[in-house]
Each structure stands twice: as structure tokens, then as C-alpha cells.
């Protein structure tokens, strides 16, 4: 029986063209280890092309999917898999060139297979040209694209936030400090991969050009990556046990849901499943749908970490950095420093 967003039963029964993913088959790809195409011993997208039949030849002896779901390809130093992003649009050599990818859609729509592709919203490799220009100067164009601050009074990280990948089993700050300008950047995971400001309007249009950018190369949707993680409460204030969060689910999250969904229906039947790694039930179903207010499909939801493939509550949990600037600590809020250079 198909449903609407409300729950209720739709008449008939029968799914539309636009609600393909309800009903759809869904098969990732991890591209480094599925293929190799080359011969270098690395996956990648024309490994992929070399596969589809297997995935579906439109006869019972294949898989008989509707879509693939393609983890990250994107240019990348791969200190995380690559989901440090140096470059949203385009491939990365390892895996290929931008008219592989276009050769891969082509076949796969030429299978009846649709292509949905990892969206990484919440930071970028601290090789991403935005990221090294912000970090060239204070007075940068793109400094404000990129959360700074300056060091707590102890020397310390601007404020108690941590990373998700704790250093052997270790609570990791969230801040990295750069000597160069004198201030602490913020990065929700690795030190490789500082958060982007969405609170900036220039981040939220340059993000949502890179969904435009795909979306017309022809994919169908996007897998977007800690959705609960976009967004920071403006005043940097400490997380308190027992208050709600301050570095994660906020009303800007769910602003930069909605304009997710505004982009894809501009385009015909697409669709974007999010990782929204949040415990309470009434706050990840506020990302869904007619959850999040103004938004106008159920579309997005939550997805736990990524079978087959590393998600982020699976990846490596090493290479973090701490933030005390030299001189100053150690301190028990930061006990070392690691200042990743590009």
C-alpha cells in the first residue's frame, strides 16, 4: 500500500514516477573497492560502467536494482574517505574524469537505473580552495565561510564542543588553532575537514549550486551527508548537559533542509535521503517532510551509517587535531596540538 506524507492510504495504490524511492531498490557503490577499471589496484567509475549488468540487465539473472547510491568520488586528499571535499565538482583522478561520471549516468539511465551521489554539506577538505583563502588572512573575502574564533581565555579551545572522532577513545575538541592568523577554526569531525559557516548566505548559494551542478549533469538525488551537523549556534556558547545542543540541530538545519528540497523541486522526480544521526525520534522526523515547516516532500529522513561503505560513525577515528595555540598549554581542556598543513 503506498502513502502519502501524512500516512494516509493514496487511492489505488499505485506509485508515481516521482515517488520512485519509496518503492525503489537502492544498491551503493563504494567505488574505490568495487572495480578497477585501470589496473592501478583502486576502484572506479568506469569499474562501475563495466558492472551494471550485474546490477540490472532488465533480466531475472541480474540484481534487478533501480538505483545507485555512489559514496564520495569528489576530488579529495582522502584523509577521511573521501569525504573531506577539495572540489564538489568534480572527480577525482583516482576514480576518473567528470566525462566518466557523464558516460556511467548515461548507461545507467539507458538500464532503467537511476543515480544518486553522497552531497557532503557540513564542511570541506582544509585543501578546498574556499578553505585556503579563508585561512590566508582575518580580513579574507571567505574568511566568514569557515567558523573562527579566537582562543578561550586559558588558551584553550573557543568553548567545549568535540569533535565526533574521539583520538583512542579520547574526547577530541572540535577546534584546531592556526598560527598563521592567530584563531581557532571549527571542525565537527576531522581537523582535515573545517565546518562551513551556514549562516553565511555565500555558503548556503555556493552549496546549493553544487546540488544544481549535479542535478543537471542528470542525477536523480543525493545521500547528504550528518545533516543534524549543518549550522552552529552564532555565539559559539558551551553544550550544557541537559539543554538542547549547540553545535548540532538547530533552526538553521533545518532552514538549509528546506532550501535543499526548494532546489529539488525544480527538477522533476528527485529526491535526498539525509544521515541525520539524532536519537530523538521528534527531532529527526522534524528533517522529514512536512516535519520541517515549508517544506514539500517527505523526501529526506533519517539514515543510519552508510552498509558497506564507511559513514561517519564508522570511519576512522584517528588524526584529529587539538587546539592550543603554542606557547599557552597544555590545558585540560586541550592537552596537544596538531595543525594540519595544506
Not at 532488465?58 to 564520495?72: F, H, I, Q, R, Y
Not at 517532510?289 to 543510519?304: K, L, Y
Request: aromatic residues 10%; negative net charge; glycine residues 10%.
Amino acid at each position: 500500500m503506498e502513502v502519502d506524507a501524512k500516512g494516509e492510504a493514496v487511492a489505488g495504490g499505485s506509485a508515481s514516477v516521482d515517488d520512485w524511492w519509496r518503492h525503489g531498490v537502492v544498491y551503493q557503490i563504494y567505488p574505490r573497492s568495487f572495480q578497477d577499471a585501470t589496473g592501478d589496484g583502486v576502484g572506479d567509475l568506469p569499474g562501475i560502467l563495466q558492472r551494471l549488468d550485474h546490477l540490472n540487465d532488465g533480466t531475472p539473472e541480474s540484481l534487478g536494482v533501480d538505483a545507485v547510491w555512489l559514496s564520495p568520488f569528489y576530488r579529495s586528499p582522502m584523509a577521511d574517505f573521501g569525504y573531506d571535499v577539495a572540489d564538489h565538482c568534480d572527480v577525482d583522478p583516482l576514480f576518473g574524469t567528470l566525462a566518466d561520471f557523464d558516460a556511467l549516468v548515461e548507461a545507467c539511465n539507458g538500464r532503467g537505473i537511476r543515480v544518486v551521489v553522497d552531497f557532503v554539506p557540513n564542511h570541506t577538505s582544509h585543501r578546498h580552495p574556499w578553505f585556503l583563502e579563508s585561512r590566508s588572512s582575518r580580513n579574507s573575502p571567505k574568511r566568514d565561510w569557515y567558523v573562527w574564533a579566537d582562543p578561550g581565555p586559558d588558551g584553550g579551545p573557543p568553548n567545549n564542543w568535540l569533535s565526533e572522532f574521539p583520538l583512542e577513545g579520547s574526547p577530541v575538541p572540535a577546534w584546531t588553532f592556526d598560527q598563521a592568523t592567530g584563531q581557532c577554526y571549527l571542525h565537527s569531525f576531522l581537523a582535515q575537514q573545517p565546518d562551513l559557516n551556514w549562516l553565511n548566505p555565500e555558503v548556503r548559494r555556493a552549496m546549493t549550486d553544487v546540488l544544481r551542478f549535479w542535478l543537471d549533469r542528470g542525477v536523480d538525488g543525493f545521500r547528504i551527508d550528518a545533516v543534524h551537523r549543518i549550522g552552529h549556534d552564532p555565539d559559539l556558547r558551551d553544550n550544557i548537559d541537559g539543554e538542547p545542543r549547540r553545535d548540532e540541530d538547530l533552526e538553521v538545519t533545518l532552514e538549509a533542509v528546506r532550501e535543499f528540497r526548494r532546489v529539488l523541486d525544480a527538477y522533476e522526480a528527485k529526491m535526498a535521503v539525509g544521515e541525520v544521526y539524532l536519537l530523538d525520534p521528534e527531532r529527526w522526523i522534524a528533517t522529514t517532510g512536512t516535519g520541517a515547516t515549508g517544506s514539500t516532500s517527505s523526501s529526506t529522513s533519517r539514515s543510519s551509517a552508510s552498509p558497506g561503505g564507511p559513514g561517519h560513525s564508522e570511519r576512522q577515528r584517528s588524526g584529529s587535531s587539538r587546539c592550543c595555540p603554542p606557547g599557552r598549554g597544555p590545558t585540560t581542556r586541550s592537552p596537544t596540538t596538531t595543525i594540519p598543513e595544506p
